[in-house]
């Protein structure tokens, strides 16, 4: 009999070194790997081993520590307890039967013993443990998977957001009264991407995107998506944060120092903020991701497209919460659904 690949390996317990040998003949004939226990310590001491024996045929009357008490402790201990036991005994009262299986035994049998039925029992209990390890070590995959999925859902969803989902929520969609909206986009960048090879290009993208996941992190902000070579990011979602304004200026302003120390390989950084309420949500099912609609992730989205390389345009709102805080530079641009509007250039 072979289990995993592998002959099964079969522990005979038995103070008598008559009976220890008879049995690893049988047993030999049966085509497993016999190892034998002169009592129970010395049992117990071979189980906690490796490998690990796949079958103890287990005789009940031994010195110091008998049958009974080799029972006890195997199945007290995890890493013996899903060994099967067939017990073999001159004893064949029911009481002792009964009391064998009730401390974990698997099968009982009378000495002497008829070699069809020893084999048969072997086989019997072999194949049992190659069912049982085969179910355990599909269980284990069936959680190493679920644990892949559920860290590639907190890799791409907030945290607040993944646990819902793994909860069953089906459709997550919520609404923020106030929530401070960042684009910020590589000026620059259609001419550098068709001038370098695709390693470069991406090489880029992956530098200055990690810095900016880096930094909304530390001010406790969330990253949102990329777009192309657009980054987005809101304060104030999904958890409520005091002076979420001020938190996501202060990552527009490491942003772009950024773009300062070399992270952009030269290519200039265009960032835009807007303050108030969004509608977020979860789209997808295979690729699930986490974004924002609403008028102030489009007027968010034209403060980053009509500022300029280097520079952080804010809205009135933006300006409003930050006080003077900030350095503010005016100016006016027009938005589609808006018109002109008043908006400001950040910088400290």
Request: one cysteine or more.
């Amino acid at each position: 009999m072979e289990a995993a690949g592998d002959k099964a390996r079969v522990l005979v317990v038995d103070d008598d070194a008559l009976v220890r040998r008879a049995l690893s003949r049988m047993l030999g004939n049966v085509g497993v790997e016999v190892e034998t226990a002169a009592n129970g310590e010395a049992a117990l001491s071979r189980l906690n081993d490796q490998p690990q024996i796949d079958l103890v045929l287990l005789d009940l009357h031994m010195p110091r520590l008998d049958g009974h008490g080799v029972l006890q402790r195997m199945h007290a201990d995890p890493w013996t307890a899903s060994v099967p036991v067939v017990v073999i005994s001159g004893d064949q009262d029911t009481t002792t039967v009964a009391r064998c299986i009730e401390l974990g035994a698997d099968d009982f049998l009378v000495k002497p013993f008829d070699q069809v039925l020893l084999r048969a029992r072997v086989h019997s209990s072999l194949e049992k443990k190659r069912l049982s390890d085969m179910e355990a070590a599909y269980v284990r995959q069936l959680q190493e998977e679920d644990q892949k999925s559920g860290r590639l859902i907190a890799s791409m969803l907030p945290p607040p957001i993944a646990t819902r989902l793994k909860a069953g929520d089906e459709i997550i969609a919520d609404h923020f009264d106030d929530v401070s909206v960042l684009f910020a986009d590589l000026v620059g960048f259609s001419p550098f991407a068709a001038a370098n090879d695709p390693y470069t290009v991406v090489a880029l993208l992956n530098d200055v995107f990690r810095a900016f996941d880096g930094i909304v992190a530390k001010f406790g902000i969330e990253k949102i998506k990329t777009i192309g070579d657009a980054y987005l990011a809101a304060g104030g979602l999904p958890k409520p944060m005091d002076d979420h304004v001020a938190a996501t200026a202060e990552a527009a302003l490491a942003m772009l120092e950024c773009s300062r120390d070399g992270t952009t390989r030269g290519l200039g950084l265009r960032i835009g903020m807007h303050r108030g309420p969004v509608i977020a949500g979860v789209i997808g099912a295979d690729k699930p991701f986490y974004d924002l609609w609403g008028d102030t992730v489009n007027v968010a989205s034209r403060m980053e497209s009509r500022s300029e390389a280097g520079r952080i345009q804010v809205s009135a709102s933006v300006r409003e919460a930050l006080g003077s805080r900030y350095a503010f530079e005016s100016r006016t641009v027009h938005v589609e659904g808006h018109g002109p509007v008043p908006t400001f250039y950040l910088s400290r």
